[in-house]
């Protein structure tokens, strides 16, 4: 039977509860067990598909098409396992399927309530991925404790706790303890009100997790522990890290791992195998290069709507032993005349994902610079269009060509609508989601970089590529290198006598993990730190020499 470990959060929203449930996960992991973690999130979208990034951060994609909170993305990099559906549920969710139950005449006539209704929907979802020979499941509820829209959410924790035996059930709520400068000293009033805020909803803490910007003293754990009712070494100390992948090791110096495992008496465990994970951390470390890697977006100034792409580059500087400085750079002020300015310091491009025509000119400007200059080149889904459209109209010299999504009347539609979307009206989950096959051609720089010529990655879009013009395309010199061995429809295009321009139809970023670094950024970096030392060869003669 599995056993159910449930993070809760209170103070204050971003506090890093999914960090914290991936860490424990990990170090469980690490310990030899079989883990999985959910995301329970309070609002009312169905899922987050339909969200702006500004709004929420990246939709993550899992392999099975489900579009899911970013902190999945954060499971998935930690634990080296794929989640699904299953693993990120929402108030809107559970609402449609009692709603749908509902009319269906499920409940044989009685008053559908929250109580016992809807609780005990979010309580069959908990339960649900314990049926799937795990033997501890980690549910992360999102929002903060006394928000009115996790209340159902705490309700079910609640019940849970009474009825699942003591053993099989433990609570770890995340909180704050901030530092006042003017008294110079950390506050635990926040906390504490927190717990009781818990406390009144029925559900009682286990383990308090303390995030905090100074260390803990004695005096301070034995403070919270009096008043939030813990035993003195479950109050865990959670400070400040440089970065995300060193939280692990900080929780298990605090034995956060050993104090759960206690409390679910698990009592047959080995020592930790984070061999892997260590050799990670120092590569992240101690670099011995650097590299300056320009992000096109029109997001930008939200970092977490590049999540997953930001932690691609983390996981590929480290297997290059190489630092990646990721610049920033907004399509919509990009021109012709500010280019090269723009981008001159550059040793590497990469045109990130996104919906809607704002910033798309720049866009354009910028990856013709990348072709021109021989500038290290990665354009990931509407950045792979970008370079379509872009060598349609340089190349081709096709000169309205665009996709039918800025002008649906262009007469060059090189990236145009499936026919399978054309007549979808619907937003939220109806694009071309998840896991698909790929098949690459032998010799292509993909086929060096993949090492294989069968590859499967995660899909989120609408328009692909246009065949009609693929002919052209490759008669010019773009060649597309990856096709869906089912539809035909293209997944890969790259340049052969460019250093390292490659456009890819899918979300590559989606699926690197700290102990499998995705091999296109991989190669992206390497090509990048390439090009750094050539140019700083060219700038320095003595560098080259040394170099030769």
């Known amino acids: 039977m599995a056993k159910y470990i449930f993070v809760t959060g209170g103070v204050t929203s971003s506090l890093g509860k999914g960090i914290i449930a991936a860490s424990l996960g990990k170090l469980l992991q690490a310990r030899g067990l079989k883990v999985t973690i959910q995301k329970f999130d309070p609002y009312i979208n169905v899922d987050p598909g339909t969200l702006n990034p500004y709004e929420h951060g990246e939709c993550y994609v899992t392999e099975d098409g489900a579009e ?3 902190d999945l993305g954060h499971y998935e990099r930690f634990l080296n396992i794929f989640t699904s559906q299953s693993n990120n549920v929402t108030t809107g969710r559970i609402y449609q399927t009692v709603i749908n139950k509902e009319r269906e005449g499920a409940y044989l006539g009685k008053t559908v309530q929250v109580v016992p209704h809807i609780t005990d929907e979010i309580k069959r979802r908990m339960l ?3 049926q ?12 903060t404790v006394g928000d009115i829209e996790s209340l159902p959410f705490i309700e079910a924790v609640r019940q849970l706790q009474w009825e699942l035996p003591e053993e099989d059930c433990v609570v770890v709520h995340l909180t704050l303890i901030p530092y006042l400068k003017a008294a110079k000293e950390l506050k635990t009033k926040p906390t504490q009100h927190s717990v009781r805020m818990l406390s009144q909803e029925g559900v009682h ?10 260390p803990l003293t004695p005096e301070i754990r034995k403070k919270i522990a009096l008043f939030c009712n813990v035993k003195k070494e479950a109050v865990i100390e959670a ?3 440089p970065t995300i992948y060193e939280v692990p090791l900080a929780m298990m110096r605090e034995k956060l791992d050993v104090i759960c495992m206690k409390k679910l008496n698990i009592t047959q465990y080995s020592e930790p195998e984070l061999g892997k994970w260590k050799e990670f951390l120092d590569k992240l470390k101690y670099p011995k290069s650097k590299v300056t890697i320009g992000l096109i977006g029109k997001y930008i100034e939200l970092q977490d709507a590049y999540k997953s792409i930001l932690e691609a580059f983390v996981h590929a500087g480290a297997m290059n032993e190489c630092k990646v400085n990721i610049i920033n750079v907004h399509s919509e002020f990009i021109t012709e005349e500010n280019v090269a300015e723009k981008l001159g310091n550059l040793d590497g491009l990469l045109v990130a994902p996104g919906f809607g025509h704002r910033g798309i000119e720049g866009k354009i400007i910028a990856v013709k610079y990348a072709r021109e200059n021989k500038l290290p080149f990665f354009g990931i889904c509407l950045g792979m269009q970008m370079s379509v459209i872009e060598y349609a109209r340089n190349v081709l010299n096709l000169k309205d060509a665009h996709s039918t999504e800025m002008d649906p009347n262009t007469p060059h539609p090189v990236i145009d609508l499936m026919e399978e979307q ?3 009206t619907a937003k939220g989950g109806t694009m071309r989601l998840g896991a698909y096959p790929c098949e690459i051609g032998e010799g292509t720089l993909a086929h060096r970089i993949y090492g294989s010529t069968k590859i499967s990655e995660r899909h989120r879009h609408r328009w692909e590529f246009n065949n009609r013009y693929l002919a052209d395309f490759e008669k010019a010199g773009l060649l597309a290198s990856g096709k869906n061995p089912e539809s035909g429809l293209v997944e890969i295009v790259e340049l052969p006598e460019h250093p390292f321009f490659i456009g890819v139809q899918y979300h590559p970023e989606l699926k690197s993990t700290v102990e499998n670094p995705q091999p296109i950024f991989v190669h992206f970096v390497k090509a990048a730190k390439e090009f750094a030392e050539k140019k700083d060869g060219v ?3 003595l560098l080259q020499s040394e170099m030769i």
């Open 205 to 214: 803490p286990d383990i308090i997790v303390c995030r905090t910007e100074e």
């Open 68 to 70: 899911t909170d970013l």
């Open 239 to 241: 400070a400040d890290a």
């Open 128 to 130: 649900l991925l314990g």
């Open 539 to 541: 700038r320095n003669p």
């Open 422 to 424: 054309k007549a979808v």
């Open 132 to 143: 799937n020979g795990y033997d501890i499941v980690i549910t992360e509820i999102g929002g």
